[in-house]
């Protein structure tokens, strides 16, 4: 069973374009963290929010955490063919991290 | 450079052969995460340690399946027999759990299976 869904699923944009993905469950999470993975890599941690409400921003990416702690969005302003990947949302809870499926970005040139 | 370290990056076996992934964790790190990876499932908890001991392994078909994690350095996955539905990339990760907080998992770069 999965706790965390994504959507969406495939997202395929131009370049300067901007985007959001989204991150939703009926579990609390004491944190939620964003990964991104290239082919043939594993996830890399591009960041993590603890608190509802929260919002960081890193560069062009802006994360947000919902109020009940539940879900969370990433939104790409101005994307670029470096964005292009695999974003993959993690709920923390009891020291456990569970994934999302996944949405796979492509941004075109 | 601290990173996690999974071999074989890459095996291809016959079904009913036993297949063993070992991974090195980050030193100084307490948790221990294998993950399996495919299209369909995306990334799915198989098991996972906190200073060595086995706290969740509900993710596991224990028929076939075994963890452990003999000393700090070495994380292992076995499965005996493997099967064609076996097939995927699993990732281990290291990190550093603090009153069940959960910090950035660190991954490898996976050990990709294939069960002809």
């Known amino acids: 069973t999965q706790l965390l869904e994504q959507s969406p699923q495939f997202l395929s944009i131009q370049e300067g374009e901007n985007l959001t993905v989204y991150c939703n469950s009926s579990s609390v999470f004491s944190s939620l963290q964003w990964y991104r993975q290239e082919p043939g890599e594993g996830p890399v941690l591009l960041v993590t929010?603890?608190?509802?409400?929260e919002v960081k921003k890193l560069k062009r990416l802006t994360f947000q955490f919902g109020d009940a702690r539940k879900d969370s969005s990433l939104h790409i302003t101005a994307a670029q063919p470096g964005d292009t990947g695999l974003y993959l949302c993690?709920?923390?809870?009891?020291?456990?991290?569970?994934f999302g499926d996944g949405t796979t970005l492509t941004v075109k040139p | 450079d601290a990173r996690v370290t999974q071999t074989p990056r890459h095996k291809v076996t016959e079904m009913g052969q036993e297949v063993t992934m070992r991974c090195q964790p980050i030193l100084g790190h307490n948790t221990v995460f294998w993950y399996r990876q495919t299209m369909m499932q995306g990334l799915e908890l198989l098991a996972y340690?906190?200073?060595?001991?086995?706290?969740?392994d509900s993710g596991m078909p224990k028929d076939r399946f075994s963890a452990e994690m003999p000393d700090a350095t070495l994380a292992t996955l076995k499965i005996q027999p493997s099967e064609p539905r076996d097939s995927a990339v699993y990732f281990c990760a290291s990190g550093l759990v603090i009153a069940s907080n959960t910090g950035e998992l660190f991954f490898g770069e996976g050990s990709r299976l294939t069960v002809l």
């Open positions: 993690a709920g923390a809870q009891a020291g456990k991290s569970t």
């Open positions: 340690f906190r200073n060595r001991a086995p706290l969740d």
């Open positions: 929010v603890v608190t509802g409400g």
